[in-house]
C-alpha cells in the first residue's frame, strides 16, 4: 500500500494567491483529517470527514480556508486568499478499518510545507 | 484550556535515563489514548497504544488514569535514537473519531 499521498510537498507563494493542498487516503479507509502544525501552535485539528461527510470544521481558521472530500479517496485544501500567517506544514491523515473501531490506527501523509511570503 | 495538555519540555537526558512524559485530557468521554513520535521534519507516527490496564513494549510503558483523566508514557534506558517529539494523543466519537494531538514534549538524549 502507498500509504497516504499529499501533494504538493512544498508550496512557495505571495500573499493573496491560491493555495490548494490535496490528499489521497488508505485504500479501505473512510476517515480524512486535515491538521496543521506550526511551532507555536503545534499540530490542530482543522476539519475532518467521516464517509466523504465534513464531520467537525471548528479548527478552520476562518472563511478563507475550505476542505472538499469529491469522493471516498481524495481530499483537497483551500486556502483563498493566503496570508503569510498561513506558513505551516499542513498534514492530511487517514484512518479506518473493516472494523471502524476507535483504536484503529490513523496513518499520516508526508506533509505540505506551505511558505507564504 | 486545551483539550490535550503536555509537559512543554525540552526534555534533555543522558543515555540510559529514564525519562516519563505526562499528559492530561478535558474531555472525559474521550475513548481511545496513543503516543506518536515525530522526528524532525516527519510525519508523526504511532508509538503505542494506552490502555486503562497500562501497557508495555520494550522499553516503552505506557499508564492511562481516567479518574484523573491523566495518561503517561515513561522511556527506560534511553538511546540516542529516542531523540525526538512525543505527542500525546485523545480520540472520541463525535459522528467520527474526532482525535486531537497535544503540543507535544520534544526529547533529547545526549551520549
Known amino acids: 500500500d502507498a500509504g497516504v499521498i499529499q501533494s504538493p510537498r512544498h508550496e512557495v507563494t505571495e500573499m493573496g494567491q491560491e493555495v490548494t493542498l490535496r490528499c489521497k487516503l488508505i485504500s479501505g479507509h473512510n476517515s480524512l483529517f486535515w491538521y496543521r502544525q506550526t511551532m507555536m501552535r503545534g499540530l490542530e485539528l482543522l476539519i475532518y470527514?467521516?464517509?466523504?461527510?465534513?464531520?467537525?470544521d471548528s479548527g478552520m481558521p476562518e472563511d478563507r480556508f475550505s476542505a472538499k472530500m469529491p469522493n471516498a479517496s481524495f481530499s483537497t485544501l483551500k486556502i483563498q486568499p493566503s496570508e503569510p500567517r498561513d506558513s505551516a506544514v499542513y498534514f492530511c491523515a487517514s484512518l479506518g478499518g473493516a472494523g471502524g473501531l476507535s483504536t484503529d490506527t490513523q496513518y499520516f501523509g508526508p506533509g505540505t510545507r506551505l511558505t507564504v511570503l | 484550556r486545551k483539550e490535550v495538555e503536555q509537559d512543554p519540555g525540552p526534555f534533555n537526558v543522558p543515555e540510559g535515563a529514564t525519562v516519563a512524559f505526562n499528559c492530561t485530557y478535558s474531555n472525559s468521554a474521550s475513548q481511545s489514548f496513543f503516543w506518536y513520535r515525530q522526528d524532525c521534519r516527519k510525519e508523526p507516527k504511532l508509538l503505542m497504544s494506552v490502555y486503562s490496564s497500562g501497557n508495555e513494549d520494550g522499553r516503552f510503558t505506557a499508564q492511562l488514569n481516567r479518574a484523573s483523566q491523566y495518561i503517561s508514557l515513561l522511556i527506560r534506558d534511553s538511546k540516542l535514537s529516542d531523540s525526538a517529539t512525543y505527542l500525546c494523543?485523545?480520540?472520541?466519537?463525535?459522528?467520527?473519531?474526532?482525535?486531537?494531538f497535544g503540543a507535544g514534549t520534544r526529547l533529547f538524549v545526549k551520549a
Open positions: 494523543v485523545v480520540r472520541g466519537y463525535t459522528g467520527g473519531f474526532k482525535t486531537i
Open positions: 470527514f467521516n464517509n466523504n461527510v465534513p464531520i467537525d
